[in-house]
């Protein structure tokens, strides 16, 4: 139901204790650049991509930090193959690997607090299980999305299962409402995975180019909208605590999905989410990031998720997506002319 991919090696090492204050602290106040204003200075561009995978691989189990042998031994593994040739020898096969390593983040170095996971809440790092309710819509959903023929379709986020019959069958990224790194809240993909922020004493915006989602985030106390409205992004209030911004979200669209686990697939439905994001200014090149899923209707409890944002040199670019839907157009031709192929092959049975 959910795919858990491990983006860890397993290597045998000594386990290295590191103190946990060392990474619950916010930045001192002489390190954190401050606006004129005197709040912490968010400005920027941050890099949510990670080494760290969203839940804790097996070989780490019991453990929440890595030694720094084993974060050198997998930044060195991430150069070794960072643009390698991705592609499969017969361009007909696979064809999302067209995008090849060369234009997915070269990222090769691992978050100075090591942890094994991005999860930090369970402390076993991964995530908790889906209620009964949850796991029942899943099954119905794909149950329903896999109509009576006898050869798979190539389509490209559904590998060949449930082929699409209309547009809505598509995910929200493949219809590029939603980038699957978009959020929120946020988690890194293979590439793209930029957040740009820019305050005022009285707003933040949150910019994200994965799909050009921008959160405007009142500061002001304004209560939320009606529970009524609903949206993609759902209705974001923020405030101080201390020196961390917080970002409560709330009334977000039934029509998303609770949360993205990989980028090929997400869960549950949004309109129960309860998100709280905070972000904390560390020192001048780092943003800690941190947010907390709470939807009862999804998961029998709330988790949360912790990771260090390094500062990014260099400036966003325009993320197209496939402009004025002609990518979708295509594939759904696609999936009716192999149907047709399918019944011909049958003698024109059904």
Not at 19 to 34: I, L
Not at 58 to 80: D, I, P, V
Not at 120 to 141: C, I, S, Y
Request: charged share 20%; proline share 9%.
């Amino acid at each position: 139901m959910r795919q858990r991919h491990s983006a860890l090696p397993c290597i045998a090492a000594v386990v290295l204790l590191v103190p946990a204050a060392a990474f619950g602290q916010t930045g001192s106040s002489d390190s954190v650049p401050r606006t004129a204003w005197g709040a912490p200075d968010l400005g920027g561009v941050w890099d949510y991509n990670s080494l760290i995978p969203l839940e804790r691989p097996a070989e780490y189990e019991g453990r929440e930090f890595m030694t720094e042998e084993e974060a050198a031994n997998l930044g060195e593994q991430a150069a070794a193959t960072a643009g390698q040739d991705q592609r499969h020898p017969d361009p007909s096969i696979d064809i999302e690997s067209a995008y090849n390593a060369f234009w997915s983040d070269a990222i090769t170095t691992v978050p100075a607090d090591r942890r094994t996971s991005l999860i930090v809440d369970p402390p076993d790092g991964r995530l908790p299980p889906l209620t009964p309710a949850a796991q029942a819509r899943e099954a119905a959903w794909r149950a329903n999305r896999t109509p009576p023929i006898r050869a798979p379709l190539l389509l490209a986020f559904l590998a060949g299962e449930n082929p699409a019959r209309g547009p809505e069958d598509f995910g929200l990224s493949e219809r590029c409402i939603l980038g699957y790194s978009t959020g929120p809240p946020l988690n890194g993909g293979a590439y793209n995975s930029n957040l740009q922020i820019f305050q005022t004493p009285d707003l933040v915006v949150l910019f994200t180019e994965m799909v050009h989602e921008a959160r405007v985030v009142p500061l002001d106390g304004r209560p939320h909208v009606s529970p009524a409205i609903r949206q993609w992004l759902g209705d974001s209030r923020g405030h101080w605590d201390d020196d961390t911004l917080v970002v409560e979200s709330r009334n977000f669209t039934p029509k998303r999905s609770s949360f993205i686990t990989t980028s090929t697939d997400a869960v549950g439905e949004g309109g129960m989410l309860h998100l709280v994001e905070r972000f904390t200014r560390m020192d001048a090149d780092t943003l800690r990031y941190e947010y907390t899923v709470n939807d009862p209707v999804t998961w029998v409890r709330p988790f949360t998720v912790s990771q260090m944002l390094p500062l990014s040199t260099g400036p966003i670019f325009e993320y197209a997506c496939h402009e004025g839907n002609y990518g979708l157009a295509n594939a759904l031709a696609g999936a009716r002319a192999e149907e047709r192929e399918v019944v011909e092959a049958d003698g024109g049975q059904d």
